[in-house]
């Protein structure tokens, strides 16, 4: 920043020296350059400027950290929710959903429409100051298996989509097995397994397979959502 442009009357030429603790300096000509040794926001830096007749005033300098906006997922799932931490600036802040739907309020939460696509938020500080910010929005999380009944001893393979890639899948209850790429081993025990399939983000569905022996069976396939967030 200048401060030469703001200078007025005395006696030029003007003269600039700086005290503070953040390492701030400012050149011949009224340059100032903030210092980066700001442990806390605002620091306060004092610039002398003197005349040449001697006279003297001082300007104090607010400075304040950089405005960031912390994103802890920078891809979410169509229609869920996110909390959105600004800091640095000027506070108080606000928010807003400059494109790609969806809403976010007051205290930073945002909440994806339920269209796949992009969001771009943006952050303003008290001074002006704005950012915008990218946040990935993908289909919600889906899985299915060819059949829900399985024979003993045979496999199904589960398939997931949309949701936040990679997948993982884990056995809840019941007899068989699951592999890391969601292949559903079932055991020689008959009975009912449920497999959950989560997402990156935690996002998560149950499945649910019947094994038996042969024969005639009621059980539909099921999918349901899990606990959301976990």
Same mark, same amino acid.
């Given at each position: 920043?200048?401060?030469?442009?703001?200078?007025?009357?005395?006696?030029?030429?003007?003269?600039?020296?700086?005290?503070?603790?953040?390492?701030?300096?400012?050149?011949?000509?009224?340059?100032?350059?903030?210092?980066?040794?700001?442990?806390?926001?605002?620091?306060?830096?004092?610039?002398?400027?003197?005349?040449?007749?001697?006279?003297?005033?001082?300007?104090?300098?607010?400075?304040?950290?950089?405005?960031?906006?912390?994103?802890?997922?920078?891809?979410?799932?169509?229609?869920?929710? @996110? *909390?959105?931490? !600004?800091? &640095? #600036?000027?506070?108080?802040? /606000?928010? +807003?959903?400059? %494109? $790609?739907?969806?809403? =976010?309020?007051?205290?930073?939460?945002?909440?994806?429409?339920?269209?796949?696509?992009?969001?771009?938020?943006?952050?303003?500080?008290?001074?002006?100051?704005?950012?915008?910010?990218?946040?990935?929005?993908?289909?919600?999380?889906?899985?299915?298996?060819?059949?829900?009944?399985?024979?003993?001893?045979?496999? @199904? *393979?589960?398939? !997931?989509? &949309? #949701?936040?890639?990679?997948? /993982?899948? +884990?056995?809840? %209850? $019941?007899?068989?097995? =699951?592999?890391?790429?969601?292949?559903?081993?079932?055991?020689?025990?008959?009975?009912?397994?449920?497999?959950?399939?989560?997402?990156?983000?935690?996002?998560?569905?149950?499945?649910?397979?019947?094994?038996?022996?042969?024969?005639?069976?009621?059980?539909?396939?099921?999918?349901?959502?899990?606990?959301?967030?976990?």
């Amino acid at each position: 920043y200048n401060i030469e442009n703001i200078v007025k009357g005395g006696s030029p030429p003007y003269s600039y020296s700086v005290t503070g603790s953040i390492g701030s300096s400012v050149n011949g000509v009224g340059m100032f350059t903030s210092g980066s040794n700001l442990s806390s926001s605002p620091a306060t830096e004092a610039v002398t400027i003197s005349d040449n007749q001697g006279q003297q005033i001082q300007l104090n300098v607010q400075i304040y950290q950089a405005l960031t906006l912390s994103i802890l997922k920078t891809s979410m799932v169509a229609g869920t929710s @996110q *909390q959105l931490l !600004a800091t &640095g #600036g000027q506070p108080p802040y /606000s928010y +807003s959903v400059v %494109s $790609g739907g969806g809403g =976010i309020d007051s205290s930073g939460i945002l909440t994806a429409s339920q269209s796949v696509g992009s969001i771009i938020a943006r952050l303003m500080d008290s001074s002006g100051q704005g950012k915008n910010y990218q946040i990935q929005v993908s289909a919600a999380l889906a899985a299915s298996a060819p059949s829900s009944n399985v024979l003993l001893n045979q496999t @199904q *393979q589960i398939s !997931a989509s &949309g #949701g936040i890639s990679p997948y /993982s899948f +884990s056995l809840i %209850s $019941g007899p068989g097995s =699951i592999s890391t790429g969601g292949l559903f081993q079932a055991s020689a025990i008959s009975g009912v397994t449920k497999v959950k399939v989560q997402d990156s983000s935690g996002n998560n569905l149950i499945l649910s397979f019947m094994t038996f022996s042969g024969g005639a069976t009621h059980l539909t396939f099921s999918s349901q959502p899990g606990n959301g967030i976990i």
